[in-house]
């Protein structure tokens, strides 16, 4: 038996040769199989880490590649690229603790999101944000995600793409 689907292995070799766009497409298309996860969104950080900027995402209509958010002193920025540590609001309360922009995704029809930083040779370099429906991120669906964040780390590996 195989540790990785050879059909998914596949995609991921093939996207891996084609660059970003190609990579972020099937790796949203694995996030998003989980279930209940909605929208996959990948940040990155600047290289002097005073902005991120969305390099990916399954749903460019509500989430444009290309936005740009300044590295504040906020709970959100704290815990992904001060403490290394993902943030998780499973409900809309839990995310209203961390993201200013709760009321908008509420708005959208989500209810639930949970973001992770991507941390290379020890720097934030990037973050794999999750939305979906409240309830969704519990014990088995987190560490379902695990095993993907480090394929999505190899994003984050090519060059240029922290620039903004």
């Known amino acids: 038996m195989s540790p990785v689907d050879p059909a998914i292995a596949r995609q991921l070799a093939d996207a ?35 902005v991120t900027h969305r390099i990916g995402t399954s749903n460019p209509a509500h989430f444009p ?8 002193d906020d709970p959100w920025n704290n815990a992904i ?8 609001g499973d409900s809309v309360a839990g995310m209203g603790a961390f993201l200013p922009e709760t009321d908008g995704l509420v708005a959208m029809g989500y209810s639930a999101c949970a ?24 014990p088995a669906t987190i560490a379902e995600i695990d095993t993907l964040l480090p394929i999505a780390a190899l994003t984050f590996t090519f060059h240029g793409v922290s620039e903004r």
Not at 21 to 29: E, G, H, K, M, N
Not at 31 to 49: H, K, Q
Not at 81 to 88: S, Y
Request: some cysteine; hydrophobic content about 50%.
């Open 16 to 50: 891996l040769a084609s660059g970003p766009p190609a990579l972020f497409a099937v790796l949203s298309q694995l996030f998003t199989a989980i279930p209940g996860v909605r929208t996959a969104t990948f940040i990155a950080t600047a290289p002097d880490r005073t």
């Open 65 to 72: 590649i290309g936005n740009v958010d300044p590295v504040g």
């Open 81 to 88: 690229l001060r403490d290394r540590r993902p943030v998780i």
């Open 115 to 138: 973001c992770f930083p991507i941390v290379i040779a020890g720097e934030t370099r990037g973050v794999v944000a999750l939305l979906g429906d409240a309830g969704i991120f519990t």
